[in-house]
T-cell receptor, first 112, second 115 residues
Framework: DQQVKQNSPSLSVQEGRISILNCDYT??????FLWYKKYPAEGPTFLIS?????DKNEDGRFTVFLNKSAKHLSLHIVPSQPGDSAVYFC???????????FGKGTSLLVTP | DAGVIQSPRHEVTEMGQEVTLRCKPI?????LFWYRQTMMRGLELLIY????????DSGMPEDRFSAKMPNASFSTLKIQPSEPRDSAVYFC?????????????FGQGTRLTVV
């Protein structure tokens, strides 16, 4: 059963605008949440993470927000650039196993 | 470090044949993961090791799949016999989790096609 869900398979955004990618999870034992970015024919690469003790983490144009009560997190990209076009995976892990549970991914297209 | 290295990058095999995928994790990483990516299921965890010991293999689809980690620098995922539904991209990843991060580093994947 999918414990991490990304309900939007795709998203299209204009360059310069904000991209918001959403993720929901069901396992309340998750302690760490990560976003990965994947280009075609490459492996996923780590983008940004957040611990369950925080509700926001920012790294340049990328910000992740965590709402534990709603079991929801989101990734904001501002401003979006064409090079951000990729598949974004949300992942979560507990502090006892470290194995990442991934969502199915959201394909982001940033148009000029 | 060159990162996680997987071989081969592409594999085409006939149904019923044995397939072996290989992975060299990043030196010093004590966790190694095997994932499979398909359109239907996304990225699913097959098995992971800690210090060369298998910790959780509940994601391995069936007995046709097996994985080994004979030492800290090498792991294999074997499918015997292979079936067309095994066609997917298989990723190996490694990590050295700390208190504040569980980031895993992925290889470039092996695209397996079983015909």
């Amino acid at each position: 059963d999918q414990q991490v869900k990304q309900n939007s398979p795709s998203l299209s955004v204009q360059e310069g605008r904000i991209s918001i990618l959403n993720c929901d999870y069901t396992n309340s034992m998750f302690d760490y949440f990560l976003w990965y970015k994947k280009y075609p024919a490459e492996g996923p690469t780590f983008l940004i993470s957040i611990s369950s003790i925080k509700d926001k983490n920012e790294d340049g144009r990328f910000t992740v927000f965590l709402n534990k009560s709603a079991k929801h997190l989101s990734l904001h990209i501002v401003p979006s650039q064409p090079g951000d076009s990729a598949v974004y995976f949300c992942a979560a892990a507990t502090n006892s196993g470290y194995a990442l549970n991934f969502g199915k991914g959201t394909s982001l297209l940033v148009t000029p | 470090d060159a990162g996680v290295i997987q071989s081969p990058r592409h594999e085409v095999t006939e149904m019923g044949q044995e397939v072996t995928l290989r992975c060299k994790p990043i030196s010093g990483h004590d966790y190694l993961f095997w994932y499979r990516q398909t359109m239907m299921r996304g990225l699913e965890l097959l098995i992971y090791f800690n210090n060369n010991v298998p910790i959780d293999d509940s994601g391995m689809p069936e007995d046709r799949f097996s994985a080994k980690m004979p030492n800290a620098s090498f792991s294999t995922l074997k499918i015997q016999p292979s079936e067309p539904r095994d066609s997917a991209v298989y990723f190996c990843a490694s990590s050295f989790p700390g208190i504040l991060n569980t980031e895993a580093f992925f290889g470039q994947g092996t695209r397996l096609t079983v015909v």
